[in-house]
């Protein structure tokens, strides 16, 4: 099957403090967007990239983008991005090669994702035809609150799962899903299950973490610190 894999790279980052949009901050001396794109780099299998990009700063991260592509076969389209995720998406899609068939949408903010994460969910995707996601067993208890500071009810943290990227479909069902939605969902997969599909879980990578903080930029920095040889 051919494979795509979109890359959102397009939000502000505001959380993570930098008046740079989050993909273009620099992680251990080399942007964000960059050290995301090395897993798909990596993939065995020719794909099509695309890549989401902040429409300020769009030339820089099209730079960033071209000086990371590592390998000629990987065709790789680039695209402006919009005001939430979901938009971003959206404008990947309509990036896609006529041949796709299976379709994966990756965080940029999770720069330090196995490149075995998106190969088990290419494979998961190809083999049952359904969506399938990587999660991660939640450690936390977790408490539902009323919004003003008062516990309503603890939840069965056995029932729930922290859900990562890349996230991978039927490119059919990604598309009409999108096509169809209405509504803010902070993942695709959430898309695809209100418009009745099932959604596989496989297991995730705590590598895979979003990185949304200043806290979360230097666990990303001493992990690769460690790495170094
Ligand atoms: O804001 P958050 O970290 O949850 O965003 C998740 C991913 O979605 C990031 O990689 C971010 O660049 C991307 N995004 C986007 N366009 C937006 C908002 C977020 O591409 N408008």
């Not at 065995?44 to 695309?50: A, F, I, K, T």
């Not at 035809?129 to 603890?154: E, Q, Y």
Request: include cysteine; aromatic fraction near 4%.
């Amino acid at each position: 099957v051919s494979v795509a894999v979109i890359v959102v790279a397009a939000g502000s980052g505001t959380r993570l403090g930098y008046s740079l949009p989050k993909a273009l901050v620099s992680l251990a001396q080399r942007p964000i967007l960059s050290r995301s794109l090395d897993p798909v780099f990596a993939l065995e299998r020719e794909v099509q990239l695309v890549v989401v990009v902040p429409r300020q700063h769009s030339a820089l991260a099209e730079q960033i983008v071209r000086d990371t592509a590592g390998r000629a076969s990987t065709s790789c389209s680039i695209v402006v991005g919009g005001v939430s995720r979901q938009e971003s998406v959206a404008a990947g899609l309509a990036a896609l090669e006529p041949s796709i068939e299976v379709v994966l949408v990756h965080d940029a903010a999770r720069a330090l994702t196995p490149v075995a994460q998106f190969e088990a969910i290419i494979a998961a995707v190809t083999e049952t035809g359904l969506a399938a996601i990587p999660g991660l067993p939640v450690s936390d208890t977790i408490k539902r609150t009323d919004g003003f500071g008062r516990v309503v009810a603890t939840v069965d943290r056995s029932e729930l799962s922290a859900v990562q990227t890349p996230q991978g479909f039927p490119r059919a069902q990604l598309e009409a899903a999108y096509a169809a939605a209405s509504g803010d969902f902070t993942d695709d997969a959430a898309l695809i299950q209100t418009a009745g599909h099932d959604v596989t879980i496989i297991s995730g990578d705590p590598l895979a973490f979003k990185i949304t903080t200043p806290w979360d930029l230097r666990r990303a920095e001493q992990l690769l610190a460690d790495a170094a040889p």
